[in-house]
């Protein structure tokens, strides 16, 4: 299995363009992540979803971030407009379950706004 | 809400010398995990501990769990440059539950 695929690797845009990142689970695992990290705050969750279904979105910051799963294989998270604050690296992670297994993680998106 | 602390944050040793990092929770954990993220990396999983008390090896690193279930440690036992990295402790409240990470401990470690 190639683990969990996140693409791009690398995003630079301006404030106030949409910014879409991408990622494909490990196949089989129900569970999909997203996670943002800066030396600031941390490892933040951001949402979580359980076959496809979101089940906590309590860790996104505010309504210009948006994640949608339409299918077992691919998840987007969607910040519309983005501002130099959402600079950081977003990571997604995949697992059987939720706290009792573990989470893999993909390379990351290193997202910078200008 | 619960919370994990890790202390300390960052830790610079000479190689060959001892490492532990402390996690401490603000409420009583089903189990914890422990990561580890390399430079430019993504946190990679290593362990997971689950039973008051517990300790676990994984070569020159071991992983406790406390009695009461609310803290845990990661010993390194003489350092070597590829332990460099940030390790994350992550604690979950219920099987049910996400987990919670931990700021993290940066370790380096100098030749």
């Known amino acids: 299995d190639a683990g969990v695929i996140q693409s791009p690797r690398h995003e630079v845009t301006e404030m106030g363009q949409e910014v879409t990142l991408r990622c494909k689970p490990i196949?089989?695992?129900?569970?999909l992540f997203w996670y943002r990290q800066t030396m600031m705050r941390g490892l933040e969750l951001l949402i979580y979803?359980?076959?496809?279904?979101?089940?906590?979105d309590s860790g996104m910051p505010e309504d210009r971030f948006s994640a949608k799963m339409p299918n077992a294989s691919f998840s987007t998270l969607k910040i519309q407009p983005s501002e130099p604050r959402d600079s950081a690296v977003y990571f997604c992670?995949?697992?059987f379950g939720t706290g009792n297994y573990e989470q893999y993680f993909g390379p990351g998106t290193r997202l910078t706004v200008t | 809400g619960q919370q994990v602390m890790q202390i300390p944050q960052y830790q610079h040793v000479q190689e060959g010398e001892d490492f532990t990092t402390y996690c401490n929770s603000s409420?009583?954990?089903?189990?914890i995990q422990w990561y580890k993220q390399r430079p430019g990396g993504h946190p990679v999983f290593l362990i997971q501990?689950?039973?008051?008390?517990e300790v676990k090896k994984q070569k020159r690193l071991t992983f406790q769990f406390g009695e009461a279930k609310k803290n845990s440690s990661l010993h390194i036992t003489a350092t070597q440059t590829t332990d460099v990295g940030t390790y994350f402790c992550?604690?979950?409240?219920?099987?049910?539950?996400?987990?919670?990470f931990g700021p993290g401990t940066s370790l380096s470690v100098i030749p």
């Open positions: 992670a995949s697992s």
């Open positions: 196949s089989g695992h129900d569970y």
């Open positions: 979803f359980n076959n496809n279904v979101p089940i906590d």
């Open positions: 409420t009583t954990l089903s189990n």
């Open positions: 501990l689950v039973k008051s008390g």
């Open positions: 992550a604690g979950l409240k219920t099987s049910y539950d996400k987990v919670i």
